[in-house]
């Protein structure tokens, strides 16, 4: 039997997840069911600019970019922190508007949960 954690969304996090389309949704909860149970998915990565522990699930789907970023030492559940569409104008770098509300919902969700 797994020792699966639990996996928790923050609220924006899950509304913006719910607006990709359906085979992204299904590919990155395999990611997510992947991590819970302890292990690293083929399509996860560290995510660059933050402490480890926090980690970014890329995917593509019909030429569009989406991403899932989520923490997992935090509490003790997996906490999915935001779910976004990748629209970058400049290459591969993740816009900064999107690292800095994801560096804003983590600390946050730490707050609450002390």
């Known amino acids: 039997m797994r020792n699966t954690r ?3 969304w923050l609220k924006g996090a899950r509304r ?5 389309p359906l085979d992204v949704q299904h590919e990155a909860q395999r990611e997510l069911t992947v991590a ?9 990565k560290p995510f660059k600019g933050f402490d480890g522990g ?3 699930i890329a995917l593509r789907h019909r030429g569009e970019a989406y991403r899932v970023i989520y923490a ?4 003790a559940a997996l906490w999915v922190i935001h779910a976004f569409q990748k629209k970058s104008k400049t290459g591969i770098k993740t816009p900064q508007m ?4 994801i560096r804003e919902r983590l600390k ?6 002390r």
């Open 6 to 8: 639990p996996i928790s």
């Open 16 to 20: 913006d997840f719910e607006a990709f």
């Open 36 to 44: 819970a149970e302890g292990r690293k998915g083929d399509r996860a």
């Open 54 to 56: 926090v980690f970014e």
């Open 72 to 75: 997992v030492k935090v509490g």
């Open 98 to 101: 999107e690292v800095d509300l």
């Open 108 to 113: 946050r969700l730490k707050e609450a949960l």
